[in-house]
């Protein structure tokens, strides 16, 4: 199984520490990623396995990652909108699995979304 490729239109994007504030200038949405996500999130590119980024996910933090872990931040990822329509993953199980995972909370990965309004430019008084 390949990784889904990310979204890069309309999104900005800033580290904060070891994590990663996505905003989505299409939605009015900014999503914080946790190290994990983000990790993950970099390495949607359409082509590498899965299997290539659970195994360089545990040499770079130094955790146990699995692939249930990758497949958790990639059903994240998709909810916030944040991986390309066209990518492979949208028609696999990994949302499925990712909600049989439960066992590790510890390790899941976090994609936080918040609403930020439009500026005051945008309205009309």
């Excluded at 999104?11 to 504030?21: F, H, K």
């Excluded at 944040?82 to 199980?93: A, E, P, Y």
Aim: overall charge negative; proline content about 5%.
């Amino acid at each position: 199984m390949q990784m889904p490729r990310a979204r890069t239109q309309m999104l900005l994007t800033q580290p904060v520490g070891s994590e990663l504030v996505v905003y989505d200038q299409s939605r009015h949405h900014a999503h914080r990623l946790n190290e994990v996500a983000a990790f993950v999130w970099s390495h949607c590119d359409g082509r590498t396995p899965v299997a290539e980024v659970v195994a360089e996910l545990s040499e770079a933090m130094t955790l146990r990652a699995n692939e249930d872990v990758v497949l958790t931040a990639l059903a994240q990822l998709e909810k916030a909108n944040l991986l390309d329509n066209g990518g492979g993953m949208r028609d696999t199980t990994f949302r499925n699995v990712a909600l049989a995972a439960g066992a590790i909370a510890v390790l899941a990965p976090i994609v936080e979304s918040l609403l930020v309004p439009e500026p005051a430019a945008a309205y009309s008084w």
